[in-house]
T-cell receptor, first 116, second 112 residues
């Protein structure tokens, strides 16, 4: 069964450092998302991406965050200058349909980011 | 924006019993309601979803009901098994937007 894959599974980084989290969405999907989950809390939307541009972003997704689809298969989330409160599990997701047809999204296994 | 509340936060049932998890949402424009199961260390996995033009949907032991007037929807798991133990999240979205708003999650424990 096709799946969303993410790397790395776990990364530890120093506060202030840049981090890039990588994702390979399901191959025929056109809509891509990043969500995060702070330990023990709910899953929170960060950003959606379609046709090489951001469709929607949350208030969490401030100027230190950026997303990119550098080639036909990868989708990346960059955190420019990490803060302690960025420690969380980051989930990439994709869907083959977007608004208004429906958005059943499929999640990857997550990248656990620890900022020290 | 949308706000989703989920209850209970923890639920413990005996194997074979039924489990019910309830969610309410605030945005009347929401029209798509997925349920996810998350096992420890893994990403959320879609288990069932319902759209606003349907009141109930069933898939084997899992069913979801939706009351648009009251803005609430529920997950029903019958004949629970220990492997159903996980965290379950409800979510709500407007299919004219690109994001889902999640509930806080329910930790379901099924005791053998």
């Amino acid at each position: 069964e096709p799946e969303v894959t993410q790397t790395p599974s776990h990364q530890v980084t120093q506060m202030g450092q840049e981090v890039i989290l990588r994702c390979v969405p399901i191959s025929n999907h056109l809509y891509f998302y990043w969500y995060r989950q702070i330990l023990g809390q709910k899953v929170e939307f960060l950003v959606s991406f379609y046709n090489n541009e951001i469709s929607e972003k949350s208030e969490i997704f401030d100027d230190q965050f950026s997303v990119e689809r550098p080639d036909g298969s990868n989708f990346t989330l960059k955190i420019r200058s990490t803060k302690l409160e960025d420690s969380a599990m980051y989930f990439c997701a994709s869907s083959d349909q977007g608004p208004p047809s429906g958005n059943t999204i499929y999640f990857g296994e997550g990248s656990w980011l620890t900022v020290v | 924006g949308e706000n989703v509340e989920q209850h209970p936060s923890t639920l413990s049932v005996q194997e074979g019993d039924s489990a019910v998890i309830k969610c309410t949402y605030s945005d009347s424009a929401s029209n798509y309601f997925p349920w996810y199961k998350q096992e420890l260390g893994k990403g959320p996995q879609l288990i069932i979803d319902i759209r606003s033009n349907v009141g109930e949907k069933k898939d084997q032991r899992i069913a979801v009901t939706l009351n648009k007037t009251a803005k609430h929807f529920s997950l029903h798991i019958t004949e629970t098994q220990p492997e159903d133990s996980a965290v379950y999240f409800c979510a709500a979205s407007n299919t004219n937007a690109g994001k889902s708003t999640f509930g806080d999650g329910t930790t379901l424990t099924v005791k053998p």
